[in-house]
């Protein structure tokens, strides 16, 4: 919801959706607390839910703590990705980064997919293979980035080619008007770390799925 809505957003939108996206709202927290939180005030808080699509706070409060989050937010995330997928037909190269144990699952998922759309792709992960990506190798290529840790290197590679001609697809990374990622899925997981991962393997699947109808 916060990608569809990114255009509407304020600096100040985005310091609330940091908030909420990392720590959630409690049930009992009031609006007042939440803006306490965000230094900023109850109306910047009434109105980026309303922004969001929401009656008002409660109703947002209520979205976020609701036991079908996860389902609701992966139906949210949905949006037409025909664009995306032009790009991704247009690519002479994929590439992947990502540094960390559920980052190579995710990253050899990713690969596997692609290997069965019969597309290549190159792993990468630490700091040092992040000097690789150019503007010269990046030129007709896509990216995706994949990290669950906030880990720095993916942050920094994030930086270093949001300006560079090339699909970027950004994976675990909240999504920030800074990285200029063309697709990102992102979820705040409120249970387990093995939930947590479950989701993006579900989201992905549908991902090339929709893809491969798209060829």
């Known amino acids: 919801m ?10 100040t939108d985005m310091i ?38 929401f009656s008002g706070y409660s109703e947002l ?21 025909a664009d995306i997928f032009k790009s991704m037909n247009k690519c002479e190269k994929i590439m992947i980064y990502g ?25 990468y992960s630490g700091g040092e293979e992040i000097t690789a990506f150019t503007g010269k190798m990046l030129e007709d290529s896509g990216v995706f980035i994949v990290d669950f840790s906030d880990n720095f290197l993916a942050k920094k590679l994030m930086l270093q080619i949001a300006n560079i001609d090339c699909l970027k697809i950004n994976i675990g990374l909240p999504q920030t008007k800074t990285y200029k990622a063309d697709y990102s899925i992102y979820y705040r997981d409120q249970k387990s770390e093995f939930k947590f991962l479950s989701l993006y393997i579900k989201h992905l699947e549908e991902f090339f799925k929709k893809y491969k109808r798209h060829l």
């Open 99 to 123: 540094n960390g144990g559920y980052e190579s699952i995710v990253k050899s998922t990713i690969k596997y997919f692609l290997e069965e759309l019969g597309i290549l792709a190159e792993v």
């Open 61 to 81: 409060k209520f979205f976020v703590n609701d036991s079908d989050y996860e389902s609701k937010n992966y139906q949210y995330l949905e949006e037409d990705l």
């Open 16 to 53: 609330i959706a940091k908030e909420i996206l990392d720590n959630g709202i409690d049930y009992n927290m009031s609006i007042n607390e939440l803006a306490k939180k965000c230094y900023t005030s109850r109306t910047s808080v009434l109105r980026f839910a309303k922004k969001l699509g």
């Open 2 to 11: 916060i990608k569809k809505n990114e255009q509407d957003l304020s600096a």
